[in-house]
């Protein structure tokens, strides 16, 4: 079963920066377009940037020129650089494949990094 840590989340003001990252466990990363989702209080879990095997970046439209997501398969990793936080950008965080395959449940979210952007 794949299971994913996440780390990197904190405190920062407005206009500040932070670095996600997420390791994965498993020897089938590779093959997985890999996402960074978030979850605000009140609201449902959104995608907010992906990426291919590949390279192939995708973000939405709230944080596209603010956030890149990497990815590094030797080590089973993918980060998000998170640049002119906003308020709104305040969530918890979360990696998982993207899609996510049919018969993965809750279980195989990771317990997420909390972002919190406030002066």
């Known amino acids: 079963q794949v299971q994913f840590v996440e780390s990197g989340g904190g405190l920062v003001q407005p206009g500040g920066s932070l670095r996600l990252s997420c390791v994965a466990s498993?020897?089938?990363?590779?093959?997985?377009?890999m996402g960074w989702y978030r979850q605000a209080p009140g609201k449902q879990r959104e995608l907010v940037a992906h990426?291919?095997?590949?390279?192939?970046?995708n973000y939405a439209e709230s944080v596209k020129g603010r956030f890149t997501i990497s990815r590094d398969n030797a080590k089973n990793m993918v980060d998000l650089q998170m640049n002119s936080l906003k308020s709104e950008d305040t969530a918890l965080y979360y990696c998982n494949p993207v899609p996510r395959p049919a018969n993965w449940g809750q279980a195989n979210w990771g317990q997420g990094t909390q972002v919190t952007v406030s002066s």
């Open positions: 990426i291919t095997p590949s390279g192939t970046t």
């Open positions: 498993g020897n089938i990363f590779k093959i997985f377009v």
